[in-house]
């Protein structure tokens, strides 16, 4: 069972980039799905997440229209636009069993990915 994070790289601020998330060992879609980031020096914190029961997804404020999580058969995916460099960290997708609403603590996800990192500067 592994989670497979990618898309991350350097960028200017005000630039987008799409991350994805892809499973083996295990269908993504049977999992509530959430990208979360960590800086240095900082905690984990969530910045999406996908409904396994219903498809509905849910942001904190700070990224709310700026980032979009999607997800297609096998994949899921984080279109991060409006890149600001205090969104500069390492991007985690996980994968968590609970069926419904909004997933926004780590300790509920199962199964995490690698990360992959996003600098965003100038």
Not at 6 to 33: D, M
Not at 34 to 48: C, L, S, T
């Amino acid at each position: 069972v592994q989670l497979q994070a990618s898309g991350g790289g350097l960028v200017q601020p005000g630039g987008s980039l799409r991350l994805s998330c892809a499973a083996s060992g295990f269908t993504l879609g049977s999992y509530t799905v959430g990208w979360f980031r960590q800086a240095p020096g900082k905690e984990r914190e969530g910045v999406a997440c996908i409904s396994k029961s219903d498809g509905n997804t849910y942001y904190p404020d700070f990224v709310k229209g700026r980032f979009t999580i999607s997800k297609d058969n096998s994949k899921v995916y984080l279109q991060m636009n409006s890149l600001k460099p205090e969104d500069t960290a390492v991007y985690f997708c996980a994968a968590s069993s609970v069926g419904s609403g909004y997933v926004s603590l780590p300790r509920r996800y199962d199964y995490w990915g690698q990360g992959t990192q996003v600098t965003v500067s100038s």
